[in-house]
Structure formats: C-alpha cells, structure tokens
C-alpha cells in the first residue's frame, strides 16, 4: 500500500485522537456523514446528526487521551476505501476501534464505519436484519477451527483477494494465509464481544468486528 495512503490514514487517526480529547468532541461528526454507522460498546447509531449528538454523551472525560498502541490498515471491498483497526488504551482501560475509510473526492476521506469497544456492554450487538445470527454461527465456527486440530480448514473461508493480518505482518491470498496459520501455536479464543455493521450501502458485505481473550499453549498469559 503505497505511502500516501498511509499518511492520509494517519493524520485521519490523530485528528480523531486530538478532537476527542477535546471540549470540542461534538465536533468529531464532521468525519462522518449521513450514511455512517457508529458504534459505541454495543450501542449503534446511523446518520451524522445522531452520531454527533451521541459523541457528545461519551462517557469518557475530553481531558483522557488517547494511546495507539498498534494500528493496522487493509483494503476494504468498497473502491478506494480503507479498512483501519487500533488497538490501545484510554483512561485506563484497553480499547479496540476499527474504522472503514471512504474517499470523499476531494483527496480525504470519512468515516463510514466505526466500532468501539473497551468493556461488555451489549456483547451480542449484531442485528438480525444484517443477518446477525448468521454472523454470529461464522465466528463461533471459525474459532472453533482456528482452536481444533483441523486449523488448514479456514482456507476454505478465503478468496484469491483475501488478506490476513497478524501482529503487524500482512499474508495476501490463501496459500500465503495457510502458510501462516500453520506456523501458530495451539490456542484457545473466548469471544466476549461481536458487533455487525453494513459496509457502504453493500448488504452482501458486512464488517464484522470480534473481541474477546487469547491464550497461547505454553504461555501463562491472556
């Protein structure tokens, strides 16, 4: 990806940071438009108006900020479009956040896309219009084969376009995808939480963001 992309995508994120460590946070709805979906530990809302107002309810104090902590970028299915996930820390708690970035045009872009997630609130948050039970059956099968004997079996689960991203190192295609997931120690995934989102209008696409625990054969930690 080339490197205008990732500045573009940067100085999207520090924006973001600086404005919602602000007394301005309301003001965060600029980088959204009327077709965006947010969601906030389980709670979702659709449209610039009712975002904003929701962004201003955030309980979380404008003097906290923001620690990144990793960030990782992919391409998104929509033309054009990022898809950008953050992990880090905010007022001492650990938070994950995943934006999917569309080009407005005009050489940036807004966020169509955002999911939040630091605690439990509403774990199951994907809606059976979206075809959420649907959802929830493909991760609880896709873990359960990442954690079983038979982990090569998610390549079935990836297409020629497909990209993997673990610990900062991209894998493109299936056979790069197998490569590295048969590299992986034995593990065990807990899902804690699941939200479901449209992605640009495309009901056949949907994001789909998962959080929860990790624990790896031999090591002692989650």
């Not at 100085?11 to 965060?28: E, G, P, V």
């Not at 199951?124 to 896709?142: D, I, R």
């Not at 807990?190 to 009901?203: I, K, N, P």
């Amino acid at each position: 990806m080339c490197l205008c992309v990732w500045l573009a995508c940067g100085c999207s994120l520090t924006r973001y940071s600086a404005t919602f460590s602000s007394a301005k946070r309301a003001d965060l709805a600029a980088m959204y438009q009327d077709a965006s979906t947010f969601s906030f530990e389980g709670t979702t809302l659709k449209g610039k108006a009712a975002i904003a107002g929701a962004l201003g309810k955030i309980p979380i104090p404008a003097t906290e900020k923001h620690r990144f902590v990793t960030s990782d970028l992919q391409p998104s299915p929509s033309a054009g479009a990022l898809l950008c996930m953050v992990t880090g820390d905010i007022a001492k708690q650990k938070f994950t956040q995943v934006f999917q970035l569309v080009p407005t045009g005009t050489g940036s872009y807004y966020i169509h896309n955002d999911v939040f997630r630091a605690g439990g609130s509403n774990p199951m948050n994907a809606p059976k219009e979206l075809g959420g039970e649907v959802a929830a059956a493909f991760v609880q099968h896709y873990y359960a084969t990442f954690d079983g004997a038979k982990r090569g079996d998610l390549v079935k689960l990836y297409g020629a376009g497909s990209m993997l991203t673990f610990e900062d190192k991209s894998f493109k295609g299936p056979e790069a995808i197998l490569k590295r997931l048969g590299e992986l120690p034995a593990t065990t995934h807990t899902v804690t939480s699941l939200d479901l989102q449209q992605v640009s209008g495309d009901t056949k696409v949907l994001l789909c963001v998962a959080t929860g625990k990790l624990k790896i054969e031999g090591s002692t930690n989650e």
